[in-house]
């Protein structure tokens, strides 16, 4: 078994991680607060907005903006918080606080606001993305602004710093929904999903407790060396921090320096690019829960359910040969597939976008593309949106056939570039996999094979990079990989 240290991969972005905690604490003043409230700030609309911060106990404090003005005096620890009613849409407005001293923040503006969250991909620059000499000079959006560690504008002047994903992203909301977008990039390169649940709710999930072994030895296996020195240098690169080595990892270390200091800023939601870490463990056919408890414990910590937006990995390595091809990649996007059971959260399946020999692909301009999809249609209501390429439902055995129904197939499902549909596997109970004959029938596609008498089984694109699989809809997105049997899976990588 081949076993490479991931808590090593990820120890020398650690301590610029914690140098770069999402909020800076608190500015310099008698009343104190995090840095998210500064100049160029995006407040959620629609939603009452929290303030909050510190000052001397008991001291009286005043929050103005817009035409409403509410007070609060703060504990007997100096913390205060005060709610805002919801907003709308309008001019910059002007936010004061006051206390002993007063805070003034210019250049507010109310939108739509989303967190956005994972490692490496969501990290990666606008400037490292594809076609970024045609982006630059384009990026005069002076209404969608990104937060990471100060509030941005986007210019060209300022755009190369964003996150590509997030920027893709947040300029599809722009354009369609013509109201200002505010993106809070929580991103760091190379880090596992077990970084950024709360550590109590993880140890809440009897499923979880292998993962917790494996750190507490230090042998969970992650990225190759290389890899790993690339997501260290990507998080260094963009963060402006040089990676320092020496710091202690455990469980639920960035939840607690990026994801908790945000609480309870209001957003709309949040996207999530990671999994390439946890893809490369022998824990990957576990991210599925992983992900599930990082979303409920995100949730109950803002106290509503707030939409939650998933990349589905993207192809990568050399191109599918056999039938099935258990990498844990494979496992990681039925892991993001399976969140979907939980109300109120999407998915960008991200087949075609990948690279062959790069984990970090350049086209996030059709990432940010199909997140927004998603939101457009879900969470905003767009009627004339697809929210996503052709997702599975229901199975079943008809004459040595296996029928398998898909929802999302708006104008029909369709073998891209017409002629055979590709990239279905069939078995037996044996569970040994052939290439399976598959035909769309409506809202169906029905998979045979000669040498599979009494099928049980179908996996469709069921490897790291599935590159014939051309399953569509008519709206021009891709099916999610998938497969209709539950039987136990192990990270082929690792054998």
Known sequence: MKYRNYWVGILQVIAAISALAVSTPYAEAAVKIPSIFSDHMVIQTGKPVPVWGQADPKEKITVSIGG????????????????????????????????????????????????????????????????????????????????SGKWAVCSPETVGSFSATAYFF????????????????????????????????????????????????????????????????????????????????????????????LVPYSISGAIWYQG??????????????????MIKDWRSRWGYDFSFISVQLPDTASPQTEPVQTHGRVLVREGVLKSLDIPNTGMAVTIGTGEEKSNHPRNKQEVGRRLAQWALATVYG?????????????????????????????????????GELKGFAIAGKDMKWFWGK?????????????????????????????ATSNLFNGAGLPATPFRTDNEPLSNSYMH
């Open 68 to 147: 409403q003005t509410k007070s609060t005096e703060a504990d007997k620890d100096g913390k205060w918080s005060i709610t805002l009613d919801a907003m709308s849409p309008g001019e910059p407005l002007v936010l004061k606080i006051q206390g002993g001293n007063t805070l003034t923040i210019n250049d507010v503006l109310v939108g739509e606001v989303w967190l956005c969250a994972g490692q490496s991909n969501m990290a990666m620059a606008v400037s490292k993305a594809k076609d970024f000499d045609a982006e630059k000079p384009a990026a005069t959006w002076p209404e969608i602004r990104q937060f």
């Open 170 to 261: 947040g300029r599809e909301i722009y354009r369609k929904m013509k109201v200002p977008v505010g993106l809070i990039n929580a991103s760091a390169g190379g880090t596992p999903i077990e970084l950024w649940t709360s550590l109590e709710a993880q140890k809440a999930v009897p499923e979880l407790k292998p993962i917790f072994e494996s750190a507490g030895k230090g042998l969970a296996s992650n990225e190759d060396a290389e890899q790993a020195e690339t997501d260290r240098k990507q998080a260094a690169e963009v963060e402006g921090k040089k990676s320092v080595a020496g710091q202690k990892v455990s469980p639920g270390y960035l939840f607690n320096s990026r994801i908790l200091p």
């Open 276 to 293: 390439e870490a946890n893809s490369y463990t022998v824990h990957a056919n576990l991210y599925g829960i992983q992900l599930a408890t």
């Open 382 to 418: 767009q009627k004339d949106v697809a929210a996503s390429g052709p997702l599975p439902g229901k199975s079943k055995v008809v004459d040595g056939k296996v029928v398998v129904t898909f929802s999302h197939t708006d104008g029909g499902l369709v073998a891209q570039g017409g």
């Open 438 to 466: 598959a035909v769309i029938d409506g809202d169906t596609v029905v998979v045979s094979s000669p040498e599979v008498k009494d099928p049980v089984a179908v996996r469709y694109a069921w490897a790291i990079n599935p």
